[in-house]
């Protein structure tokens, strides 16, 4: 699949030639399962979102920021996880050195895990089509991404605090 509004390598690097630019991507509603019965367009979010993880290690990003609806369902099929698993495992571990920290009130950034070898952190919100976490103790698969170290979840509260990078 590709992207509409490509750039070469070349042309990113000259865009920003310093290597004190913060630089990160940021992709939403991907919608991962969606058609996933139909024979022709059943990987055509999993494509999509395999684009938006190689683009973000082409262009060595500092983070990638998913802005909702990760999922196409509230509670996606075992297929549609799996899949998404699988990417995000093929696509964020590596030995490239995270040169920021960030902040949070109450849990740490899964890339200061000593145990986890984090090259593409990634930073999620919840959409419409995500369950949030709430104080009734109602979980998403979201949830699930954040307790495996594979995203770092800004998950529902009725204030996040501070966050500092």
């Not at 058609?35 to 367009?41: A, C, G, L, V, Y």
């Not at 093929?90 to 090259?119: R, V």
Request: charged letters at 20%.
């Amino acid at each position: 699949m590709t992207s509409q509004y490509h750039f070469s390598q070349a042309t990113f690097s000259q865009k920003f030639p310093n290597n004190d630019t913060f630089k990160f991507l940021v992709s939403t509603d991907t919608h991962l399962g969606y058609k996933e019965t139909h024979s022709i367009r059943k990987n055509d979010s999993f494509d999509a979102f395999e684009e938006v993880l190689q683009k973000a290690k082409e262009y060595n990003v500092d983070f990638l920021l998913l802005g909702g609806d990760l999922f196409h369902d509230l509670n996606p099929s075992q297929e549609s996880l799996y899949k998404c698993l699988k990417l995000l495992k093929d696509k964020i571990f590596g030995d490239k050195q995270i040169e920021y920290q960030t902040f949070w009130e109450d849990q740490a950034p899964n890339y200061s895990n000593e145990n986890m070898n984090i090259s593409l952190p990634i930073f999620i919100i919840h959409g419409n089509h995500d369950y949030p976490s709430n104080s009734f103790g109602n979980l998403s698969t979201l949830d699930l991404l954040h307790a495996g170290n594979y995203v770092n979840y800004f998950f529902f509260k009725d204030s996040i605090g501070k966050i500092n990078f």
